[in-house]
């Protein structure tokens, strides 16, 4: 069952997901969320990891990232966390025709915010403000991690939910704290699948 090419899925990501561009002191978790509406949630409870893998890592950060060190790191988090949360919900993994494959994607690329002088002055400001050239006054570069989680029908061979939890990286942050990130933004994710469609 053939998954969403790479370059579908970022422009899926760039529509799904809010740009960050906050302080680290104002650091919010973005969830998105985005549900096939014909698609009948009803029935069996049942789901399993997809047939061609439970994730990819995809990275942009630098030539140097390896993304199998990361999906090392991230796998014994995603992985448990994914399964403990569906069972919250009453899901029963199964490999008996299951009624939904979940696969996820970890993003992990680079983000900036700038502002320049003159940014919030209106074109024509009152007082008569002699006109200057835009310089650009603060540059923040940072990096952003995205978890996708896809549940697919088998029944349709098509993504019929999808998630998206954006978060800026504080790579100053303890492996503890990016971890418990990492988890509230599962557990976020999957109580959005939970979550009854509005009529």
């Known amino acids: 069952m053939a998954r ?7 422009v899926v990501v760039a529509a799904l997901t809010l740009s960050l561009g906050v302080r680290p002191e104002a650091a919010k978790t973005d969830i998105r969320t985005d549900r096939d509406p014909e698609f009948s949630f009803a029935g069996p409870k049942t789901w399993n990891w997809h047939p061609d893998g439970a994730g990819d890592v995809r990275q942009a950060v630098s030539a140097d990232t390896d993304p199998k060190a990361i999906a090392a790191r991230v ?19 199964t490999t008996d025709h299951p009624e939904f494959y979940v696969h996820y994607y970890v993003l992990a690329t680079v983000n900036q915010m700038s502002q320049y002088m003159g940014q919030f002055v209106a074109p024509v400001p009152a007082w008569g403000l002699p006109p200057f050239a835009p310089v650009t006054t603060a540059l923040e570069i940072y990096a952003t991690g995205t978890l996708i989680l896809d549940f697919t029908s088998p029944a349709k061979q098509a993504i019929v939910w999808r998630g998206s939890a954006q978060r800026k990286i504080d790579l100053e942050k303890p492996d503890r704290e990016r971890r418990q990130v990492l988890e509230r933004a599962i557990r976020d994710l999957i109580k959005e699948f939970g979550r009854k469609p509005k009529k």
Not at 4 to 10: E, I, R
Not at 76 to 92: D, K, N, Y
Request: proline letters at 12%; hydrophobic letters at 50%.
């Open 4 to 10: 969403l090419p790479l370059l579908t899925l970022v």
């Open 75 to 93: 796998d014994p988090i995603i992985l448990p966390g994914v399964e403990r949360e569906l069972q919250a919900l009453s899901f029963t993994k």
